[in-house]
C-alpha cells in the first residue's frame, strides 16, 4: 500500500461512513498562521480554528514545508455523515521511522465527543498502518490526566512502554502495539 491524498475510509463502510481527509496545503498554512480558510464550502468550526489546535496546525504546517512528502501521513479532518463542518482531527505524526513505528494522534471537536469519532479515528488510523507494509508498530503518546484515551488505547492492544516529556503537551506516557496484533477483540467496543 502506498500513502496517498485520497480518503481514509472506516475499514467497515457498511458499520460506518467515516473519513480522514487530507487538509490541502493552503488550508493547512492557513490555519497555522490563524488566518480564515477557505475549505471551498465546509466550514470550520471554532474548535478547528481556535486555540486548542493552533499549535498542531503550525507544527504541520513546518513539517510539511520542510518534509512535502509528509503531508498525506499527517493530520487530517474528521468527517462523518450529517455533519457539514469536520468533527476533529486524526493522522499520523510523519510516516514510519527507521524501525517502522508510526505514531498516531486523534482529537474531536468537545461538541462531537462520546459519539465514538475517536474511536473510529483510530480503527481507521490502524487498519492504514497494518496495511502498510513498512509499519511494523503503532504508537500513541497520552497525558496521564487523559483516562478516555488511555482507555481506548488499551482496548485495542495498545501497551505502557514507558514515559516522556513533550514540551508542548507536557508529561505523556507511550503505549505502542504491533500492527500483527490483529483487530480488536469484541470486548474493545
Known sequence: MRISSDPWQYPDPEQSQLRLVEVPAAVLHALARGEAVDTGGHPMTSYITGNECAGLWRMRSRQTADTPTDA??????????????????????????????????????????????????????????????????????ISPDNVASRSLVKGYGFEDVGEQWDDEDGLEIIFEVGVDAGPPTSGAR
Open 72 to 141: 498525506p501521513w499527517v493530520t487530517r479532518f474528521v468527517y462523518v455523515p450529517g455533519e457539514n463542518a469536520p468533527v476533529g482531527v486524526a493522522g499520523f505524526h510523519g510516516p514510519p521511522d527507521e524501525a517502522g513505528m508510526v505514531e498516531v494522534g486523534y482529537r474531536i471537536d468537545p461538541k462531537q465527543r462520546r459519539k465514538g469519532y475517536a474511536r473510529q479515528a483510530l480503527e481507521t488510523l490502524l487498519a492504514v498502518a497494518r496495511a502498510h507494509p513498512d509499519v511494523r508498530v503503532v504508537r500513541a503518546t
